[in-house]
């Protein structure tokens, strides 16, 4: 039984010191690995930042000419159709007696239209979704909603 002490003394005397730097090499680069953890971390926080001002940037840009293009539609609007109708389409209102071409301005292309001609006019219906569009010789005369329909 001493041998076996003995022995498992002499294990623990010299298998300490391995240990101690098994550990010492473990927590070296353990830190070396923080280190470059954190110095990663830096850049990409320096990065993120450079592209956060980049985004402001572009939307400061995009803002500018969301802005321009507004007025070039506005002026082209009113050279068109004269200033009081042409206010009324950059604003995209609709009005009884306002042509197909002003509505498709405001609108875009309907998804659909019929046409009648009869001998007292040309009757044509624009379809937006649930609204449709009347007109009388490429006039607005009326409008009407699926739901009013169905009343």
Known sequence: ?????????????????????????????????????????????????????????LDKVLDKNEKELAELKKKLF????????????????IWKGMTEEMLIDVWGKPGKTHTDKHPWGVFTQYYYGDITYFFKNSVLIDWQQDSEKKN
Request: aromatic share 14%; glycine share 4%.
């Open 78 to 93: 009113i050279k068109k159709y004269g200033r009081t109708k042409g206010l009324r389409v950059f604003e995209g209102r």
């Open 1 to 57: 039984m001493r041998n076996k002490l003995f022995a498992l003394f002499l294990i623990l005397i010299f298998a300490s010191p391995l240990y101690s730097q098994s550990y010492q090499t473990e927590m070296d680069s353990l830190s070396t690995l923080k280190k470059s953890l954190t110095s990663e971390k830096d850049y990409l926080n320096t990065y993120t930042d450079s592209l956060a001002n980049y985004i402001n940037a």
